[in-house]
């Protein structure tokens, strides 16, 4: 069990202190609270992860918050997978060998 852990289907309007305040509940102890902001819009992407202080703590939130209402919406709650090194991170750059805009396509556009 990972001490870390993914939420998802969050409201853009979610925001790091109300996240700790949810996952603090009943005595579970928050290390720390993070939601990435997208560098274009500059707002939040709609997931975030929480660290947990032990996998207690982790195993006892997913339980109790995986569905719970957050705001208008269900969150997603599960352990955060931890991506390999050098591996995409999907964005711009991250198209994965998928070829560009008229790749394979010629006479089409």
Avoid: C, W
């Amino acid at each position: 069990m990972n001490k870390k852990l993914y939420i998802g289907n969050l409201p853009f309007s979610a925001e790091e202190a109300q996240l700790k305040a949810l996952f603090s509940a009943d005595g579970r102890q928050v290390t720390s609270v993070h939601l990435p902001i997208d560098k274009l819009t500059g707002r939040a992407r709609g997931f975030g992860f929480v660290e947990m202080a032990t996998f207690e703590d982790a195993a006892q939130a997913i339980q109790a918050l995986h569905g719970h209402d957050f705001m208008g919406r269900p969150m997603t709650v599960s352990e955060s997978r931890e991506t390999p090194p050098g591996s995409s991170q999907g964005g711009i750059r991250g198209l994965g060998g998928r070829g560009g805009r008229n790749s394979g396509q010629r006479g089409r556009f």
